[in-house]
């Protein structure tokens, strides 16, 4: 039913519909179901131990013989400025004594790189069909030892500029990430919240800019969101808080009953859990930290002050749920289900929409 | 060619796209070569003098005899606590100083109501086809009485609950307006930049709340943004920047030029010109005070403030030029032109998606 069928070719599926991979959410059940459906499943390999990446994939390769892909965050390794950190704790150390939680952590672990060169032997010997990168993409010797091993290469723009970078580094596919997306905000470099596109001005743009297939992200979240991708010029989406609500995720009972209750104004995009931009749910503690923005520690590293926080707090408080400005509209079919009711839903839109 | 036609019905034209009325940009000549195209010409009336509204209604009526539409701003007469006005001066000095403007002023003009019962009687006097409302919408007195004279009534929401609100109140129709969009934001409350929500997200849950038409509004700048804003559920659009190049607009030649080298990334939204959040330009100055946020003057007071920085410093430094992230995909017809170009744009996209 598609009549751009670039991505279906590309990856081997059969349907331009790639579910998100959303590191500690996505499991090898919720990617195969995907994938076996048509649709592109993911895995986040983001941060996991390689052994567990291995263990997964082999998982996923029990339950599909389908085109998967596996995700990584290309980020440099961390360093945080001992000014930066002093500030930050001066932030945050009314919310440690609020939570009884004591003195914050007066050293950061040591965090990263995203890809290196373990993992790069890890995907050239696991060779799933596509591999996607958050934050950039590899460097070019890398690049070239994966397109000789025959893996397809996705990677994230959130503007045009990075849009254009990633093309001239041999990407085959580029994701449009607009300001509604879930999770964090794949930039290339550090950006305040405010600098970010929305999804309907970014992928028309992007799409004017690059030759190759762009995936547009963000706000996508039943059929009328993707045939609405599609009017832009995008070749398929990327959908990650649809899959939310999915029984094959990881999101615990918690966080699925809040997830129920969501709204198109309930998240905010923050860089104090992570150290960098992702748009999560809002929280008295994200809210003012955001109201007085200022340099945090490096990406992840930040996370070692902020997990006590999001760990004591109730979730109005402080906590990091992950999701987009769309969720409002997620519903909790099965995967396999999903994929097939967005593709219905999707044929019924662009059926309606058809002129005299 | 258009499936869904209840806002040409409602509104008395052949395509339902509006153009966004900005203030102190648009021109009798605009909205009425827009008018004559078959789309809903309009003139913001915000902060304009009676009686220049009245010539320029004038104006309108002499060059087309289709419908056309009226826009008001619906705010409280504006007041600022002292100490608010104090920290801001305070920011504000070192500007004053770097631009050798002398001290800023100390006391703000009064300002607004936006809507009150002058512009009332004018508007029920002049009865244009159209009124559309930003910031909010006129008390039920009001609303009564404009709906008793036959004027079709649209106000701006920037989240369901406002667009709730708004058909609650009697609205004929309502604008969903995205984090995209450039220019006030219509948030019917003091807002913070991050709390926008994204056109491609808001749209689908806006038609899912409410029963009366919607309008799509953000980072749509040509067919395929009109047509994905149908997929979305809209029944039209309202484009701003997209006839900001068009020469029957008030936009000056440096202006113009501007926007020729506009990209996907070069407006941020601030409330630091006006008191209100507005997409405009980049320029140091709204940078520097969204890296700071804190309560500023109430809005269009804060334009005493702003006003001899903007007129003082260069673009880049300080400017309050107005438009949406999609600028880049702006061209220069005639307005009319423009508005066939867009319906024949859009035609082509949704056949293009025709699905087999």
Redesign the interface.
């Known amino acids: 039913?598609?009549?751009d069928r670039r991505l279906c070719e590309l990856f081997g599926i059969d349907h331009p519909i790639v579910q998100a991979p959303m590191t500690g959410t996505c499991t090898p059940s919720l990617a195969s179901a995907v994938a076996n459906a048509g649709g592109l499943g993911s895995l986040g390999a983001g941060e996991k131990p390689i052994d567990l990446v291995r263990r997964e994939v082999g998982e996923i390769r029990k339950l599909t013989d389908r085109s998967f892909n596996l995700n990584f965050f290309v980020t440099d390794a961390a360093r945080t400025d001992p000014a930066v950190l002093d500030a930050t704790l001066k932030r945050l150390r009314p919310w440690y004594a609020k939570l009884g939680l004591g003195d914050p952590p007066a050293e950061l672990p040591p965090c990263g790189p995203g890809f290196d060169d373990a993992r790069l032997e890890l995907l050239l010997d696991l060779k799933p069909k596509v591999a996607s990168f958050h934050f950039g993409c590899p460097d070019q010797r890398s690049v070239e030892a994966l397109k000789r091993a025959g893996i397809v290469l996705v990677s994230t723009a959130t503007?045009?500029?990075e849009a254009r970078s990633l093309e001239a580094a041999g990407m085959d596919a580029i994701i449009a990430q607009?300001?509604?997306a879930g999770g964090h905000r794949g930039s290339h470099t550090l950006t305040?919240?405010?600098?970010?596109?929305?999804?309907?001005?970014?992928v028309?743009?992007v799409v004017?800019a690059v030759s190759v297939p762009v995936i547009a992200a963000?706000?996508?979240?039943?059929g009328?969101?993707i045939?609405?991708?599609?009017?832009?010029?995008a070749a398929g989406v990327q959908m990650g808080t649809a899959f939310l609500g999915c029984p094959e995720t990881a999101t615990g009972a918690a966080r699925r009953a809040r997830l129920r209750r969501a709204?198109?104004?309930d998240t905010?995009?923050?860089d104090a859990f992570s150290g960098r931009c992702a748009r999560a749910m809002r929280s008295h503690f994200a809210?003012e930290m955001?109201?007085?923005?200022q340099q945090l520690p490096a990406f992840i590293q930040m996370y070692a002050l902020s997990e006590p926080i999001i760990a004591a707090a109730d979730d109005d408080d402080a906590s990091f749920h992950l999701y987009?400005?769309?969720a409002?509209?997620m519903k909790e079919n099965g995967a396999g289900d999903m994929v097939e009711r967005l593709v219905r839903e999707t044929?019924s839109?662009?059926?309606?929409?058809?002129?005299?």
């Open positions: 039913m598609w009549s503007n045009v500029a607009g300001w509604e305040e919240p405010w600098e970010a596109v929305g999804t309907m001005a970014l028309p743009q004017d963000g706000g996508i979240s039943d009328r969101g045939a609405a991708a599609l009017a832009l010029g709204t198109d104004s905010i995009v923050t809210e955001e109201r007085s923005r987009g400005q769309a409002g509209l044929r839109v662009l059926k309606r929409l058809v002129i005299a």
